[in-house]
């Protein structure tokens, strides 16, 4: 079975810290995604990658960076967390096309005080 | 603007009761169709999908969703609900342009009740 991995369940911070929030993949896949979660908005795109080195903005970038140096790994970076960032985050990752299934780790609690 | 909505925020079924669980996409031609779940503290977990052909796709554990192109809908649906059915769901597309990912809807928390 794919496995995807996110480094932490529940992670607490404090505001101005630099935050990151690994994800790893075993199946070799192409995309990598990083969605948040919250209450009555569903999941909101951050930030995805087709390719290594590669990163494309979702449509909630702002305050958050991604690192792919790796296939196997998605790194989101909160440059200097703010409280309007506790959120869980999702890491997603598929095979390339627009039509691949996606495969969820379990996500990261992260909270901001 | 290209978009998916779920209109209901939460539903409430009795369990061996009929569920049908609706979305609407806004797009100029026909995207690619998913439903997921995500079980309470659990990731999400695709239950379908939807590219071409045959407008009616079966699922897993028991669902199955209709596209219907002149409403711009793809719901859910399931015969006869069971307790463990309770979870949130998401509704998704992928619209066929290059540079875009999955969308989600903001999903629908079903609760079943004995």
């Known amino acids: 079975d794919v496995k995807v991995t996110q480094s932490s369940r529940y992670l607490v911070k404090r505001t101005g810290e630099k935050v990151f929030l690994e994800c790893v993949q075993d199946?070799?896949?192409?995309?990598m995604f990083w969605y948040r979660q919250d209450p009555g908005l569903g999941l909101r795109l951050i930030y995805f990658s087709y390719d290594v080195k590669m990163k494309e903005k979702g449509d909630i970038p702002e305050g958050y960076s991604v690192s792919r140096e790796k296939k196997e790994r998605f790194s989101l970076i909160l440059e200097s967390a703010s409280t309007n960032q506790t959120s869980m985050y999702l890491c997603?990752?598929?095979?390339?096309?627009?039509?691949?299934?996606?495969?969820f780790g379990s996500g990261t609690q992260l909270s901001v005080l | 603007a290209q978009s998916v909505t779920q209109p209901d925020i939460h539903i409430t079924v009795s369990e061996g009761a009929s569920l049908e669980l609706r979305c609407n996409y806004s797009y100029g031609a026909t995207p690619y169709l998913f439903w997921y779940v995500q079980s309470p503290g659990q990731g999400l977990q695709l239950l379908l999908k939807?590219?071409?052909?045959?407008?009616l796709v079966q699922g897993i554990k028991g669902f199955e969703a209709e596209f219907k192109r002149s409403q711009s809908s793809f719901n859910l649906r399931k015969p006869s609900v069971h307790w463990s059915d309770a979870a949130e769901y998401f509704c998704?597309?992928?619209?066929?342009?290059?540079?875009?990912?999955?969308?989600f809807g903001k999903g629908t928390t079903l609760s079943v009740s004995s």
């Open positions: 939807y590219f071409s052909g045959d407008t």
């Open positions: 199946m070799d896949h192409e995309n």
């Open positions: 997603a990752s598929s095979f390339g096309g627009q039509n691949e299934k996606l495969f």
């Open positions: 998704a597309v992928a619209f066929n342009q290059a540079g875009t990912a999955l969308i």
